[in-house]
């Protein structure tokens, strides 16, 4: 295996693996972005250039909604929390 391809694995093991063991929303966003370049990474070693070059207009894109959702689910938490409403 090329070194090239091990820095590809590890940037998606890496990522994968502090999405679903870290707790911060933030976080989680800092490791599918990880997670991303390891992906375009392995696109780009497999030598679909096209795909490759989809992915990363996709990836910033994808961040920004999960980073806008993240936002919003702390905005209706709070609201929540003010009102009283704990049980939904």
Known sequence: MEFV????IALMLIGAFGIVFLKKPLDKVIMFSIL???FVLAIVLFKYLDVAMFAALAGPL???V???SIVK???IRKNKIASGDLNG
């Open 5 to 8: 391809s091990i820095i590809a």
């Open 36 to 38: 991303d370049a390891g």
């Open 62 to 64: 994808s961040t920004v």
């Open 66 to 68: 999960f980073i806008l």
């Open 73 to 75: 689910i702390n905005e």
